[in-house]
């Protein structure tokens, strides 16, 4: 996973192909956005809960595929953070609608979203596209991901519901506060992908 929508992290060779098995995955993992939403609304918690345990699957197995045979491609550094943004809002949106999570919680991750869009559109408007994947960004979206089908498991009084409630929430503040981490460190690598870029340059403006 990125938070560029297009730099990679990796020095190995990108390719332009499209219809790769890693790529294939992630676009199914976006045609599942629309369904986990719709189940999500209409309370067929079973269905939103299958969605996004294969969206879980789904999204360990693509980059774990295109690492292990070399089929990095630049549709995937694209397809693979959009999904999980897509994801991460349709989740918000549901589960606040449902009155599953805090209001506050969804705009503090939501600001977080806003923070980096303006990086980024900083970063494109220097000439740069993006930024290489961070471990600690990585960290923060499995551990919403995993917080997330908890949280829903949790609106219950049964057992599983007590039992799901807590570690939901440790999951949901982890990604809460590595979320913004992360945010902080890009910020940092940002600044030394400018400041690199400027140096190259002046050279040639002597």
């Not at 990679?8 to 390719?15: A, D, K, L, N, P």
């Not at 197995?61 to 089929?71: L, W």
């Not at 940002?190 to 002046?202: N, P, Q, T």
């Amino acid at each position: 996973m990125t938070e560029d929508l297009g730099a990679s992290g990796r020095t190995g060779r990108v390719s332009g192909r499209l219809f790769t098995l890693p790529n294939v995955l992630s676009m199914l993992r976006l045609v599942g956005v629309p369904l986990f939403l719709w189940a999500i609304v209409t309370r067929r918690d079973g269905l939103a809960l299958l969605v996004l345990a294969v969206s879980g699957i789904t999204d360990y197995a693509d980059g774990k595929i295109a690492r292990t045979f070399r089929m990095e491609s630049r549709l995937g550094q694209f397809l693979d953070p959009v999904a999980d943004r897509l994801y991460i809002l349709s989740t918000l949106v549901g589960l606040a609608w449902r009155e599953i999570i805090p209001l506050w919680f969804v705009i503090v991750l939501l600001a977080r979203e806003a923070v980096m869009f303006v990086m980024l559109l900083h970063l494109r408007s220097r000439g740069q596209i993006g930024l290489p994947v961070h471990f600690v960004g990585k960290a923060a979206t499995f551990s919403l991901l995993y917080a997330f089908p908890l949280l829903l498991l949790a609106h219950g009084d049964d057992l599983i519901a007590n039992l799901a409630r807590p570690i939901g929430w440790a999951f949901a503040w982890w990604g809460l506060v590595l979320y913004w981490l992360a945010a902080v460190l890009y910020a940092i690598q940002a600044k030394f992908v400018l400041s690199r870029a400027s140096h190259r340059r002046a050279p040639r403006a002597r």
